[in-house]
């Protein structure tokens, strides 16, 4: 899957982070930045959940 987010509607909340350290970091202001843009296998449920989450819905993917 294809991870996109969108730095200007990011709240800073962090959940993301939380849900999934390996894809999600958050820079100095925390505004969410991407580790990967892509996600395979055990890190798809995780991304998912993490856009589930995501209050500001700054977080969206695309299936492959
Ligand atoms: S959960 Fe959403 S609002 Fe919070 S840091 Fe991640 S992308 Fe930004």
Do not use: W
């Not at 987010?5 to 939380?18: H, K, M, R, Y």
């Not at 999600?24 to 998912?48: H, I, N, S, W, Y």
């Not at 589930?52 to 299936?63: H, K, Q, R, T």
């Amino acid at each position: 899957m294809r991870i996109s987010s969108d730095q200007d509607v990011c709240t800073g909340a962090g959940q993301c982070v939380l849900t999934e350290p390996g894809v999600f970091a958050q820079d100095a202001r925390g505004v969410v930045e991407l580790r990967t843009d892509r996600a395979e296998g055990e890190l798809m449920p995780k991304v998912r959940q993490a856009v589930f989450i995501c209050p500001s819905g700054a977080l969206s993917v695309e299936e492959d």
